[in-house]
C-alpha cells in the first residue's frame, strides 16, 4: 500500500480511483519574452499517482515543446515550458492523463497566443 502526504493537504478531499482521475483545469500564461509559457494544472485528488504527458503545438500543428510528469506528488502542478522556433501563434497546449498499466484519459486542450517580445532601447 503506497502512503503519501500531498503538498496540497486536502483533508477529507474524496480521492478519486485510477478510473475517476481528471484534469480539472488547463491554463497557459505567456510570458513576456515571447519564448517561455507558465503552464497550471490542476487534477482530481488521486488514490494512485498518474502521470501525464504535455505537448506545446504551434498553429501548423508542429510539436515546439513537450514534457512528461511521472507520479506527481499534489493536485496543482505548475511548470514552465519554452517554445523552440519562431513564433508561430496560435499555440495549442494538450496534456493527458494516463496509468502505463491502466485506464487513459481523452488529452484537454488550451489555445492561446503569445506575443512577441518587446525590445528594450538601448541605455547608452
Not at 498518474?50 to 513537450?66: K, N, Q, R, Y
Not at 498499466?101 to 512577441?116: H, L, Y
Request: glycine share 4%; charged share 25%; with cysteine.
Amino acid at each position: 500500500m503506497d502512503f503519501y502526504l500531498s503538498p496540497d493537504n486536502a483533508e477529507g478531499a474524496e480521492r478519486a480511483s485510477p478510473e475517476e482521475t481528471r484534469i480539472l483545469q488547463l491554463t497557459a500564461q505567456p510570458y513576456s519574452d515571447g519564448y517561455r509559457v507558465r503552464v497550471d494544472m490542476e487534477i482530481t485528488p488521486f488514490q494512485q499517482r498518474p502521470s501525464i504527458e504535455v505537448f506545446l503545438f504551434d498553429a501548423d500543428g508542429d510539436e515546439v515543446a513537450s514534457t512528461n510528469i511521472v507520479e506527481p506528488l499534489g493536485w496543482k502542478i505548475e511548470f514552465t515550458m519554452h517554445i523552440r522556433g519562431e513564433l508561430n501563434n496560435p499555440y495549442t497546449l494538450s496534456a493527458r492523463l494516463y496509468y502505463p498499466d491502466g485506464p487513459q484519459n481523452k488529452p484537454v486542450t488550451c489555445v492561446f497566443a503569445v506575443e512577441p517580445p518587446t525590445l528594450q532601447p538601448d541605455s547608452h
